[in-house]
């Protein structure tokens, strides 16, 4: 039921774009984007609900596949501030407010 | 300012000892959540509570428990039966009363073994 997320990690160049995925072989109702630095607490990025709606927020920005079941997060123009481990939750019928984690995927930018 | 706050930062626990996380939050909201993050791996649900006085088991509830007697308060307690405690503990909280909210994470709990 966990949600597999691709890449496992990525290492970018800053300027560089990149893109995560995450994936469910359930029905999903909304994906939930967070990003976590080392040590710290997740911060939430975006939530996608069913429907296909596109998302986004400055430089980053996200979808939902109903058909596929899967959620794409798009980082462009990669900043050193966008490190960190990116995660996806997802929530399979409305209203639960129960959210399933993927392993998260690390993204690494370098100068 | 609103928020999550999780104490202490750093906890050891002995073997055959009991020990105790703070959750308390200021936002209102009606929904907490204790998660286990191992290193390398996601964020796994160990119990959450959507009212006062009334929680229930995540997936990974073996070997902890919790209560919630007040609405801002969430205190996770990591018995001797979890025989690997090890972990970063988060705790979470969201608004119910509106739809598609996000979860607000506390800084967490780092747990280790003496």
């Known amino acids: 039921q966990q949600p597999v997320q691709s890449p496992q990690a990525v290492i970018l160049r800053e300027g560089e774009d990149a893109v995560i995925n995450c994936s469910s072989s359930k029905a999903l109702y909304s994906v939930h984007w967070y990003r976590q630095k080392h040590g710290e607490a997740p911060v939430f990025l975006m939530i996608l609900l069913k429907g296909g709606e596109q998302k986004g927020h400055e430089k980053i920005s996200a979808s939902f596949n109903e058909k596929k079941q899967q959620s794409s997060l798009y980082l462009t123009a990669s900043q050193l501030s966008y490190s960190g481990t990116y995660f996806c939750?997802?929530?399979?019928?409305?209203?639960?407010?129960?959210?399933?984690f993927g392993t998260g995927t690390r993204l690494q930018v370098f100068p | 300012d609103g928020g999550i706050t999780q104490s202490p930062k750093y906890l050891f626990r002995k073997e055959g000892q009991n020990v105790t996380l703070s959750c308390e939050q200021n936002?209102?909201?009606?929904?907490m959540y204790w998660y286990r993050q191992d290193p390398g791996q996601g964020l796994r649900l160990i119990y959450y509570?959507?009212?006062?006085?009334?929680?229930q088991k995540g997936d990974i509830a073996e070997g902890y428990s919790v209560s919630r007697e007040k609405k801002e308060s969430f205190p996770l307690t990591v018995t001797s039966a979890q025989k690997n405690p090890t972990a970063f503990y988060l705790c979470?909280?969201?608004?119910?009363?509106?739809?598609?909210?996000?979860?607000?994470f506390g800084d967490g709990t780092r747990l280790s073994i003496l």
């Open positions: 939750g997802t929530e399979k019928i409305h209203n639960t407010d129960k959210l399933i």
């Open positions: 979470a909280s969201t608004d119910i009363q509106r739809s598609n909210q996000p979860q607000h």
């Open positions: 509570s959507q009212i006062v006085n009334d929680f």
């Open positions: 936002l209102n909201h009606d929904a």
